[in-house]
């Protein structure tokens, strides 16, 4: 009988196994590496120290320097330490213009938080619609140019062609047919104030608005079960808690009308008379018309140490307020 033979199977090979690739080389990280993003900012710090840095250096020395028209040209400058300094603090026109400077702060802050504290309650209470007409009527404004929105003021207020003279003798005011309102003080420095404020609201109430919105509802809700009315409970719930907001609005107000000159210079330049004059004017007035170069670099100096001076007060009396509060 045959004899069945069982097939052999073919020898098997070991498997290799792939061969270990080698471990990839760290970089030590050099200086090198370790300063390319210092590298990369120092184009913007650059730009930003020479726009901002030096020329205010460059003020800070001019104003312990004989510095006029002839010093401009030469190059010239002689030390003269305080000398410009002790000149503007003996001037009284100088005080005037500082108080004049004092009451505009005052008046447009005052005008501006209050308005836009009112504006940002509104709008929270607005149903969708509203509120979205509300918020971009504030930002059409907010991004209207500065010196746009001051020519807009000039001609609303033009003796001949204002819209506003037009609107009173139409009401059949008569005495304010063809009336000069930039050459009545009281009636430029209401103007410039309008205008300010009008240019300030939209900023300040956008932003205490978007704080509004992070208040809790249930802390809303607990005032009114516990027969809170909308004073009492803006007092007491809602501004504790935004007041580092309220802090920072206030804060950029005061910079920014104590350094309001563009909308002054356009419109009345300081006129008529000083009755619109404000330390940033009265610096370039002082700059241009006098050539005294010197003695305008000191007043933008003191200009600053007072803005500074009114900040750190009010910080102070902010926090020594929460320190009580706790």
């Not at 690739?21 to 120092?42: D, E, N, S, T």
């Not at 250096?57 to 002839?70: C, K, W």
């Not at 037009?166 to 059949?172: E, K, Q």
């Not at 809602?238 to 002054?264: G, H």
Request: include cysteine.
């Amino acid at each position: 009988m045959p004899v069945a033979v069982e097939p052999t199977s073919a020898p098997r090979t070991p498997r290799q196994r792939p061969a270990p690739r080698p471990a990839a080389r760290r970089k030590p990280a050099g200086r090198a590496h370790g300063l390319w993003p210092y590298a990369l900012i120092a184009p913007a710090i650059g730009g930003m120290l020479y726009l901002l840095v030096y020329p205010l250096v460059r003020a800070v020395l001019i104003s312990f320097q004989d510095f006029r028209l002839r010093q401009l040209i030469s190059g010239n400058a002689e030390f003269v330490g305080l000398r410009n300094y002790r000149t503007l603090l003996a001037d009284p026109r100088f005080w005037e213009v500082v108080r004049r400077t004092f009451l505009f702060m005052a008046v447009n802050v005052v005008l501006i938080m209050v308005i836009a504290t009112l504006v940002a309650l509104m709008v929270e209470r607005l149903r969708r619609v509203g509120r979205t007409v509300v918020l971009c009527s504030l930002v059409l404004a907010w991004a209207m140019p500065v010196v746009a929105a001051t020519t807009v003021f000039q001609w609303l207020f033009h003796s001949e062609f204002g819209i506003v003279n037009w609107a009173l003798t139409s009401l059949g005011l008569d005495s304010f047919e063809r009336y000069p309102w930039f050459a009545n003080g009281t009636a430029a420095f209401a103007i410039l104030v309008t205008l300010i404020v009008w240019q300030s609201v939209p900023f300040a109430a956008i932003t205490l608005y978007s704080a509004l919105t992070t208040v809790p509802l249930e802390l809303y809700e607990s005032a009114r079960l516990d027969g809170a009315g909308a004073g009492r409970i803006f007092r007491s719930v809602a501004f504790p808690m935004l007041r580092p907001i309220f802090l920072l609005v206030f804060s950029l107000e005061v910079i920014w009308t104590f350094k309001a000159f563009v909308q002054i210079w356009v419109m009345t330049r300081g006129g008529p008379g000083d009755a619109t004059t404000i330390l940033p004017v009265y610096a370039v007035q002082t700059a241009l018309s006098s050539q005294r170069y010197d003695l305008g670099s000191a007043a933008s100096m003191i200009t600053v140490v007072l803005m500074s001076g009114v900040l750190v007060l009010y910080f102070r009396q902010m926090f020594r307020q929460e320190d009580e509060s706790r």
